[in-house]
């Protein structure tokens, strides 16, 4: 393409402005031809706005969990390998090994996605230390605060023999108040002021403070247990449920949680569509945070509760699945529907999704991935280094 040439455009059936040509329209993010299946255009549920190819409804915990990676299979490869650690720890009734990898895995795991999303250059290390400070000294307060009302449960026969005043206790005041210092982090950072406010960012805050707090609170409370020796004799069924539901289940629904409350916090509506359902999309990023809460809060029934095991990690397992949906919807609908960068329709840019050379606009022509599901530092950097058209004689290189 040569320097005069330009990009052919056409009007956006949505935005009723021209955009550059392509499948999805640069402003809004709408497919400019209508799909089938596709739902409402304000929800385009075919094409997930942090991953090219995928469905909003797609089950990828990678994408979900680690919104801003542009190259995903080391981490899907970290995953597997924690999990396959887990069940194996669980089979050889190795209490140590399995803490350790139940409660540290996945905030370890995290920690390695902030540095590769850029969150140690974009975000100021005081807020990402603060964030993890108050997760973790939270966590630990909560557990050796709430430890007698633990040991006193567990002498129960799965609630038998408690009164109904213990019950609501421990089966919701507890959980309740778990929830609140969980999300006391981010809400802390989002009420000093943080410099920038990207739903992403949000997410990162959220989920790390979620992610320090109940790390901190589980490994406060199962410390014990590695009195027990490196093999211990309890019944096997016992570790895998315990594998399954401490290392894998909660996790994933504190995570899911702090990150969705942390996308709603930094959730920003530009001017250009404030007259366009000004609160639905914030209404349903809400809705879906009180509902992760309220079902995370129902889960310290079933723990106090006479429900089987195995029953237990089934109903742990479905929450953590809706947790991370919810989360997965709602970065979804923030990423359509945020503020985005100044628009430089007439530069050029590489999409680091798709790998075209598109204009600089909000959302890619070619994959629909939000501009902001990289981070800042990789929109700077691509915007200070604009690929070079070719010119007009062919000698030219594209740089």
């Known amino acids: 393409m040569s320097d005069d040439e330009q990009p052919p455009t056409t009007e956006c059936r949505i935005c ?44 990828s915990l990678v994408s979900s969990l680690f919104p801003q990676l542009t190259h995903r299979g080391a981490f899907r490869v970290a995953l597997g390998a924690m999990l396959v650690s887990l069940v194996a720890f669980a089979l050889l009734r190795m209490p140590a090994a399995l803490i350790a990898v139940g409660v540290l895995g ?46 006193r449960s567990s002498g129960f026969a799965l609630g038998v023999g408690m009164t109904t005043q213990q019950m609501l206790l421990e089966g919701i005041a507890i959980p309740l108040a778990g929830a609140v210092l969980m999300l006391a982090p981010v809400v802390v950072i989002r009420l000093i002021g943080p410099p920038s406010r990207e739903s992403l960012e949000g997410f990162m805050i959220g989920a790390l403070g979620a992610l320090m707090f109940t790390a901190a609170a589980m490994m406060t409370r199962l410390v014990p247990q590695l009195d027990t020796g490196l093999v211990a004799t309890a019944p096997l069924s016992f570790y895998v449920v315990e594998a399954g539901i401490r290392g894998v289940a909660v996790p994933l629904t504190s995570a899911a949680t702090g990150g969705l409350i942390g996308a709603a916090l930094w959730f920003v509506r530009p001017e250009s569509k404030k007259h366009q359902r000004p609160v639905l999309a914030r209404a349903i990023l809400v809705f879906f945070a009180v509902a992760i809460l309220l079902l995370s809060i129902a889960l310290g029934l079933v723990d106090v509760s006479r429900s089987h095991q195995w029953l237990m990690l089934a109903l742990y397992t479905a929450v953590a699945a809706v947790a991370v949906l919810l989360l997965r919807v709602s970065l979804h609908l923030a990423l359509l529907h945020e503020a985005h960068d100044e628009i430089a329709a007439d530069e050029p840019v590489l999409c680091q999704n798709c790998g075209h050379v598109v204009p600089d606009m909000a959302f890619c022509p070619g994959c629909g991935v939000a501009a902001r599901a990289s981070s800042r530092s990789s929109r700077a950097l691509r915007r200070t280094a604009r690929p070079q058209p070719v010119d007009a004689d062919g000698d030219g290189d594209v740089r």
């Not at 290390?125 to 000294?137: S, W």
């Open 106 to 151: 996945l905030p370890t795991l995290f920690l390695i996605y902030l540095r590769e999303a850029d969150a140690f250059r974009d975000l100021p290390p005081r807020v990402l230390a603060l964030t993890a400070v108050l997760g973790i000294g939270l966590g630990v307060g909560f557990a050796l605060f709430t430890g007698a009302a633990f040991d």
């Open 16 to 59: 009723r402005v021209d955009v550059p040509a392509g499948t999805f329209c640069g402003l809004c993010g709408c497919h400019l031809t209508p799909r089938k299946f596709e739902g409402p255009d304000w929800l385009r549920i075919r094409n997930f706005g942090a991953a090219p190819g995928e469905s909003v409804l797609s089950p």
